[in-house]
């Protein structure tokens, strides 16, 4: 997942509203979202490579969602999966804060990514990088591939967009959402943050809606939590950059807990 902008507890009729893009090799074997077999309550796509997932919810309302964290030479070979991060997070027993603290004694593990956690009542951010368990505030948020609200094109414009089409909408759409999330603009060379990738790359990344030769955006979701804990998840899938399959459920949170 390379793109996530939501809104947290600022509007009238949503707890939540989140439009995410998950960017990854078109090779790369991957279930679209459903609830899964070894984990009924759990609602996600799947990595069938590592066998996680980059963004879920349970039907308790448990909630996380990763990114990568952009460093070519923070990257070390034989590192555990991320998408465990969130798969482990979904599927155990523990709060939000104690799943982060023990989270952050295992966090080299991993090569570098940033986590949000917690449920529609209370959201935290954390990366292995800064190694701290912020509270995330009322307000609309962004986070791609450095920190939370680090003002990259691509998060600055997500976040915006989303802030602007929601203040006007007592009740959002979404097709409308997914639209934010297909803006495929370059941002403007003297915008772009140096991540050690090289121009044309930084380029090619700067977009939301990612189309590369063998690499882009997979998939697109949208997370709706209304004030009454009615949760609709919709996920749209792309191959090669071209749309192929709508994914939407809905159902009622039997708890919300973090």
């Not at 449920?119 to 990366?127: A, F, G, S, T």
Request: net charge negative.
């Amino acid at each position: 997942m390379c793109l996530i902008n939501f809104q947290f507890h600022n509007h009238p009729n949503y707890k939540l509203i989140l439009a995410a893009n998950r960017d990854e090799f078109y090779n790369r074997k991957t279930e679209p979202a459903h609830f899964w077999e070894d984990a009924p309550n759990l609602l996600a796509g799947r990595d069938l490579v590592g066998l996680g997932t980059w963004l879920g919810i349970t039907k308790e309302g448990k909630f996380a969602a990763l990114t990568n964290y952009r460093n070519p030479t923070k990257m070390t070979d034989g590192k555990t999966s991320r998408g465990e991060i969130v798969q482990n997070f979904l599927a155990c027993s523990l709060s939000s804060e104690e799943y982060l603290k023990y989270l952050d004694r295992e966090k080299e593990k991993y090569n570098g990514f940033n986590l949000i956690v917690g449920d529609p009542e209370k959201l935290y951010y954390y990366n292995n990088i800064e190694g701290e368990i912020t509270e995330i505030q009322p307000g609309t948020h962004g986070l791609s591939n450095k920190f939370l609200n680090t003002s990259w094109p691509k998060v600055v414009k997500g976040r915006e967009n989303l802030k602007a089409y929601s203040s006007k909408k007592k009740e959002v759409q979404l097709e409308e959402l997914f639209a934010i999330m297909t803006d495929a603009e370059i941002a403007l060379d003297e915008e772009l943050p140096n991540t050690g990738v090289g121009i044309e790359l930084e380029r090619s990344l700067s977009a939301l809606f990612i189309k590369m030769p063998n690499y882009g955006t997979r998939c697109s979701t949208v997370l709706l939590v209304d004030n009454d804990n009615q949760v609709t998840f919709a996920e749209r899938t792309y191959v090669d950059g071209e749309f192929s399959d709508d994914k939407h459920f809905t159902f009622s949170l039997s708890s919300s807990k973090s």
